[in-house]
């Protein structure tokens, strides 16, 4: 959290700055005119260039005083679950009642963290396969513009849409056609399952990883690919040697951005199952084993918690507190994408 | 590709500098190097590398170039020369068919390397591409090592792995192409961090390290300073004793430096449909080109009148 208020706290001395050098600026302008000593000396002042800059940075301001109201209001309100007993907290369970030794949201970071790992795990290649596949071997054509037109529909399809297809898919035993079972879907995930979440979080940010991918993949110089070419490299070499590792900064990015959106998704989690109580054991978060079982995600512990207040006002702090586990988690992932990023521009260029 | 490989190899022996020095008394015992045939004598002029006939590049309905015919020769720089539009570099790019990679460029007409049709279906462009090496308008060194980027083609082509005889090929190509004095020392820093002429220089030699026969340079100091250009020309000179050089140039002092013979192309306005196409006005010797030419149009370019 400490991280988090110094993000925000250097964020608001950054626009301040800002504003200051502006007037700065402005004033020495207005000085320069004065003296005149160039032949070029500033006659009037530029009001409506002032003014605009004014209601710009306003903007800005406002939006980061918005943000930041709300998060330090939720940090307070989280506060005493986090500063008296924060690894218990981590590591503690759902439970009936808020002030109780026990309570926690191991099983949300377990349900969240798995779900991550498997949109890492299948997301990431399939998209980034398709990105290659669109850009550096499909030709041209009108099929090909009007997939892209879809994929680009689909990463604004409503998330709850997605979670109906991941309950037909993963969840339910369904035919499609009529004669097409994917009852075996369901054997595999184990229907109301971890599996099933992150499986349909996958589809969901897919489109998202294909056009984050596909841009990076664009971006690659034509110089690059013919100097590859001319060396007497086929398309495959070509890929893996020069667009790839040039694309991998942009690649990587978009797909750990895509990640912090299946972690914070809620509403595709309730289609597909995850529950928000009689979990009966709390797996160890780097067991796989309970992949196939019933399970819970740390935004579904944030909606449940929230209901629950009107009986037990204790929830409240205790939604608070898990909100800012969960931003942490994103914020992590989005640093990490920042930093993996930096690496692989710097270790390309 | 392996009939494709034999369909090349049929065209021209392997060059004796193709086969690694490890393996030298293994394979004179195995296989006498082949001779390429000797028909010297019948020639007044050294073998043909490019046989060029009546070729014309589309792109889609647009023709770029219109039935340009000309032999290259073994052992010559050839330039071509010509005001901007009229087709040069696109039928520069017909050499090591890089046109393929533009899918709605089309190629009419015959072109062929040591007898073989280039456009024959039978025939890998990426074989073509190993023993017609290119260099390019712009410095276009690999955001890699300085030795990777010449590895670069030996390791595609499977020519050589890591280790001595990498380092071996990797030598001889930053020799050839007068680097290595100044990058001997510093072999695994980033290409990119040298200069510009540098950089170009690089690029030849990793054109080099594939071990081809022709080099096709598109315009290669158009982005270099004089004293770079100077050096590449000095390069190309030495070059031409190993290599067929085939060389795109603005610079009409360069091409008279440099080459052998010169091809001068021109811009035709077609009246009905306002499109350019490019056409093959002169191809001769270069001396004749620049002091006798024998169009009117190819002296009004070459004394500056039109340009």
Redesign the interface.
Known sequence: MIVLLLVFVSSIERAVMAFTTVGAVARGGARRGLVGTSGFAKLRTDIAGGLFKFLILSALLASLLILGVLLIDTIVSGWSQLSTRFWDFLNGSLRSRSIDDRLGVQQGLYGSFWIGAIVACTAFPIGVGAAIYLEEYA??SRLTATLELVIRNLAGVPSVVYGLLGLFLFVERNTIFGFIGLGWLVDATGGRSVLSAGLTLSVLVLPIVIITAQEAVRAV?V????????????KS?MVR??VL??AAPGILTGTLLAMSRAIGEAAPLILVGAISGGLTNNPELWDASALREKFTALPIIIVEWVSERGRDPGFADAAAAAIVVLLALVLLLNMTAILLRNYFERK?? | MSSTATILDAAKPIPERLVMPATDHLVDSLDPEPHPPDDAEDLPTAAVVFDVDAVSVYYGEFRAVQDASLKVHEHEITAFIGPSGCGKTTLLRCFNRMNDLISSARVTGSLCYYGVDLYNPQVDAVEVRRRIGMVFQKPNPFPKSIKDNVAYGPKVAGLAKKGPAMDDIVENSLRKAALWDEVKDRLNDNALGLSGGQQQRLCIARAIATDPDVLLMDEPCSALDPIATTRIEELMHDLKTDYSIVIVTHNMQQAARVSDRTAFFSVEVNADSDSRTGILVEYDFTQHIFSNPSDERTENYVTGRFG
Do not use: H, I, V
């Open positions: 030709l041209r110089p110089q690059l690919k013919e100097g590859a070419y001319g060396l007497g490299a086929t070499e040697t020069q590792p040039y390309r260029d």
